[in-house]
């Protein structure tokens, strides 16, 4: 047993978030449900109150499921941190991979992958069942497990090098190991993003070029109307997992590409696709993915740092039933570091919230202007609310601290100002 007041306090942060959590699911779900029986005013035309209350049932069925899985993953937690799980899969797997760098970070992946593995069964239901009872199911079985073994591949093709790269750095500059293992970080990230679209994106997707006709006039036109150069426009077969509906941009500068899901263009007009892919084309504009992640590496940084001062320390890490021997190493740190984070990170995600929700309007605010009126990417959000079942009245502090896109309703509002 590691019962000692390092651990307990570790136990007494991840149950804080917990705690806040099922508050906050608690009021949501109530205020959620004291506005089924209407449909909100103003939406009566965009959907019926059978589809209404299915979009809430819909949100409550997630938000019970949540709950399931937040208390399960808290229960798990402690008892990693209390039965010193930790140091028990980090011997096991240090007596397979060995002490050298590559071996460390093979371990440091296999304690990962081993400790996610617990979760795949609620990963299995939250898809066949409760996604499937509500019609948004398209996966098979087949896709499910292949889809999860490729990840785990990934995981360790991606992942082998960079943190090989970290350790080596942490064994070979004590003391500046901190900000060259960031600036790896950091390098490492960025490199996924331009290696993403051509080696990533197709394991999992099929992309095709989208075919000539009025949707992909409408397209170049708008690209160009904004002077936002675009390589190729695709669709991605993602109607072979879901029906949920999306439009996103791949690739840097001149290799950019505009990405439709198939099953958007199912729902939309070419009007209504022209107004999503101009609020995209908004984040671009005004550099908002820059700006997260330059705040993002800042944290980061902090982290690295924390990573160091703890790393000068024996009592950290014995607290977590962890002998001397394992602390040549920075693997055990980082593991540590894995359970404790989500109880710090948690509190800071509302400001990253935020942000998100004031970039979201600021690109509304470009769509509109591009295409000369609200009117389309109106029509075009309502109908994405309304197929993925889109909750409209969350309560004011869970979308506050939660959504990262203001409601529709809000949405609706700064659009007509
Ligand atoms: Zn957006």
Avoid at 169 to 179: A, C, E, G, R, S
Avoid at 334 to 341: N, Q
Avoid at 355 to 373: K, T, V
Wanted: glycine share 4%; with cysteine; hydrophobic share 50%.
């Amino acid at each position: 047993m590691c019962a000692n007041p390092v651990t307990m306090a570790l136990v007494l942060l991840l149950m804080a978030k917990w705690l806040m959590e099922e508050i906050l699911d608690k009021i949501n779900s109530q205020h959620i449900l004291r506005h089924r029986a209407q449909i909100p005013s103003g939406f009566e035309q965009f959907i019926d109150l059978p589809t209404y209350q299915k979009s809430v049932d819909y949100t409550l069925t997630k938000a019970a499921f949540s709950s399931l899985c937040d208390t399960l993953n808290l229960g798990f937690s402690v008892i990693i941190i209390f039965f010193g799980l930790l140091p028990w899969l980090f011997g096991i797997f240090t007596s397979i991979f060995g002490p050298q760098i590559v071996g460390q970070a093979a371990v440091l992946l296999c304690v990962k992958v081993t400790l996610s593995l617990v979760f795949l069964p609620f990963s299995w239901w939250r898809q066949f069942r409760l996604e499937e009872s509500f019609g948004f199911n398209r996966s098979t079985q087949a896709i499910f497990w292949t889809d999860k073994i490729k990840e785990i591949v990934l995981t360790f093709a991606l992942c082998l090098p960079i943190v090989s790269a970290i350790i080596y750095l942490f064994q070979t500059f004590p003391d500046t190991w901190w900000i060259l293992g960031w600036a790896a970080l950091a390098i490492f990230q960025m490199l996924m993003v331009v290696i993403y679209p051509p080696l990533i994106l197709p394991i999992f997707n099929k992309l095709t070029p989208l075919p000539d006709g009025e949707l992909k006039d409408r397209l170049i036109a708008l690209a160009q109307a904004v002077d936002f150069p675009v390589n190729k426009i695709y669709t991605m077969d993602s109607s072979k997992r879901s029906t949920h509906s999306n439009a996103f941009f791949i690739g840097l500068g001149k290799f950019r590409h505009i990405v439709l899901y198939d099953t958007l263009i199912q729902q939309m007009s070419a009007e209504e696709i022209a107004a999503v892919v101009a609020h995209e084309i908004g984040h671009h504009k005004y550099k908002h993915i820059r700006t997260v992640l330059i705040i993002e590496s800042i944290f980061t940084l902090l982290g690295f740092r924390i990573l160091h001062y703890l790393s000068g320390t024996e009592w950290f890490l014995s607290s977590f039933g962890f002998a001397a021997w394992h602390m040549n190493s920075p693997v055990p740190l980082i593991l540590v570091f894995l359970i404790a984070i989500p109880g710090i990170t948690f509190w800071i995600e509302p400001f990253f919230k935020y942000l998100s929700r004031r970039h979201e309007y600021a690109a509304d605010r470009f769509a509109a202007a591009a295409l000369g009126g609200g009117e389309s990417l109106i029509s075009g959000l309502r109908k994405l609310h309304r197929e993925n079942l889109s909750n409209l009245t969350p309560h004011p502090i869970f979308a506050a601290f939660y959504y990262s896109h203001p409601t529709l309703l809000d949405r609706e509002m700064a659009l007509k100002k």
